[in-house]
């Protein structure tokens, strides 16, 4: 019999949970063999580089743009936050050929590609409000060389690239807030379905 | 002279940037350099061995 507590939206969505993600799966202890290779190793390079970025733009942050143009440590926090991401993307498009030429949306995998696709547009776009929001003559530069392209698209209305406070908005609230939820989904995809196999152990896979 | 300066010393920055350019084509040499190391990695991540992997004659 279906109490009360059973049809309650919480209950129902912690069993869900629970079904799709149990704890074993969520945190496993071992992965399959086929994983023991170089080129399963950038996707969580790009992660530990996001972290690296994130706390760094966190720092960049709390202390603003004269302390990263005119201070030592600024300069040294504000490089790391560029290498960091320079690392970021270098990872990520690696691990994007990897997982292209392993057809890595086989196996009901759809979603998991269809979020990393979503969150490489969405880093691009973090990245660019990023060059823009530098405060230097850089900045100038690449904000009235895009102005045009930007401005060609109709976008020049509502997303205005000269516009340092607007910029700065999008580069340190909305996009990595958006980055960072699209990239939790992206590893519980992983997680949910598994790490994809080569085209030789598919049908292995399959047989489980 | 500091450490970071020493190092910073080694590669001549004070120069506007060089570019490759054919046809349409037109990257700077910064780039280019970016691109041909994230092909090798991508190669080398392929090709290497990984520590401790057996082989699939192994594993059978």
């Given at each position: 019999m279906t109490t009360e507590i059973d049809r309650q939206w919480t209950t129902r969505l912690r069993r869900r949970a629970e079904g799709k993600l149990p704890p074993e799966k969520l945190l496993p202890d071992t992965q399959p063999?086929?994983?023991?290779?170089?080129?399963?190793?950038f996707g969580v390079t790009t992660l530990a580089a996001l972290m690296v970025v994130i706390a760094t733009g966190c720092v960049l942050a709390i202390f603003g743009p004269q302390w990263w143009h005119t201070s030592s440590f600024g300069h040294f926090v504000n490089s790391l936050h560029l290498w960091s991401v320079e690392i970021f993307f270098f990872a990520m498009v690696i691990h994007l050929w990897g997982k292209f030429f392993m057809a890595?949306?086989?196996?009901?995998r759809t979603l998991t590609w269809m979020t990393g696709v979503v969150t490489f547009l969405t880093s691009i776009a973090t990245a660019f409000t990023g060059y823009a929001s530098q405060s230097n003559f850089d900045s100038q530069w690449i904000t009235t060389q895009a102005k045009d392209g930007i401005n060609s698209t109709g976008a020049g209305a509502i997303?205005?690239?000269?516009?340092l406070g607007q910029m700065l908005m999008w580069h340190i609230v909305l996009l990595p807030l958006a980055a960072v939820v699209l990239t939790a989904l992206h590893v519980l995809m992983v997680r949910v379905k598994g790490v994809v196999p080569p085209f030789a152990d598919e049908k292995v896979e399959a047989a489980r | 002279m500091s450490w970071f300066n020493s190092v910073g010393a080694l590669?001549?920055?004070?120069?506007p940037g060089h570019f490759l350019h054919w046809h349409f084509i037109q990257v700077s040499v910064a780039n280019a350099l970016v691109m041909t190391l994230m092909v090798a990695t991508f190669v080398v991540a392929l090709l290497a061995p990984f520590p401790g992997r057996r082989s699939r004659k192994e594993n059978r």
């Open positions: 063999s086929y994983v023991s290779s170089w080129i399963y190793v890595s949306w086989r196996g009901g997303f205005n690239v000269l516009n | 590669i001549n920055l004070d120069h």
